[in-house]
């Protein structure tokens, strides 16, 4: 079974760290794409981190320079290190798959393959709440 | 403030059709696919749409999809009780490398 389970929220204080695990089954983790995606209480999703199979990387400008993405294939897991933790960064921090699905359409030029990309499996979250 | 926008609530009675819009630019919606997501109280988004207007195995058929230039819109006919739910749209933003949301639009059903 395909599944995602993240892990290490808790309380934090202001200008604290944190590590979040995402622990995957299902699948391997260093084949294919990851992301972290959080939300905040009563807010909407907010995309925070990415990282494919060829290990390419991006950050959403909020936590740049100050959260960190990383795999661990021999566990076959997902992590988020996070430091330099705001009030504004308290969430539920999710992982998901990015999923790619390939689809044949005829146009005028004849058949063309599109590539589409999409999150298709996520986690049930982590809670991080940061507070003195 | 997200970059996509989002009406913040859609209403409709059972049975009537409901639309709801997500409002984008160039780098994101224009360039890219729109995906929606299907997200109920404590529990972890789903996809809906993805591709702006394809269907993943197991989606009401009443679920559809369409976009034109830098709008998307999620169609939800025939509203049923159990469609209500936050609504995201979705699109990967050319400027910032990255996955963009729009704020959410909460779906009541009368």
């Known amino acids: 079974e395909v599944q995602l389970v993240e892990s290490g929220g808790g309380l934090v204080q202001p200008g604290g760290s944190l590590r979040l695990s995402c622990g995957v089954s299902?699948?391997?983790?260093?084949?294919?794409?990851m992301n972290w995606v959080r939300q905040a209480p009563g807010k909407g999703l907010e995309w925070i981190s990415y990282m494919d199979s060829s290990g390419t990387i991006y950050y959403a400008d909020s936590v740049k320079g100050r959260f960190t993405i990383s795999r661990d294939n021999d566990k076959n897991s997902l992590a988020l290190q996070m430091n330099g933790l705001r009030g504004e960064d308290a969430a539920v921090y999710y992982c998901?798959?990015?999923?790619?699905?390939?689809?044949?359409?005829?146009?005028?030029?004849?058949?063309?393959?599109?590539?589409?990309?999409?999150?298709?499996?996520w986690g049930r979250g982590t809670t991080v709440t940061v507070s003195s | 403030q997200s970059v996509v926008t989002q009406p913040p609530s859609a209403s409709g009675a059972p049975g009537q059709r409901v639309t709801i819009s997500c409002s984008g630019d160039?780098?994101?919606?224009?360039?890219?696919?729109v995906n929606w997501y299907q997200q109920f109280p404590g529990r972890a988004p789903k996809v809906l749409i993805f591709?702006?207007?394809q269907r993943p195995s197991g989606v009401p058929d009443r679920f559809s999809g369409s976009k034109s230039g830098t709008s998307a819109y999620l169609a939800i006919n025939g509203l049923q009780s159990e469609d209500e739910a936050d609504y995201y749209c979705?699109?990967?933003?050319?400027?910032?490398?990255?996955?963009?949301f729009g704020g959410g639009t909460k779906v009541t059903v009368l």
């Open positions: 979705s699109s990967w933003d050319d400027r910032q490398n990255g996955w963009v």
């Open positions: 299902g699948f391997t983790v260093s084949a294919s794409t």
């Open positions: 998901a798959r990015e999923k790619q699905v390939s689809l044949k359409k005829s146009t005028p030029m004849g058949e063309s393959t599109y590539y589409y990309y999409f999150l298709d499996v």
């Open positions: 591709g702006d207007n």
């Open positions: 160039s780098s994101n919606i224009r360039s890219n696919a």
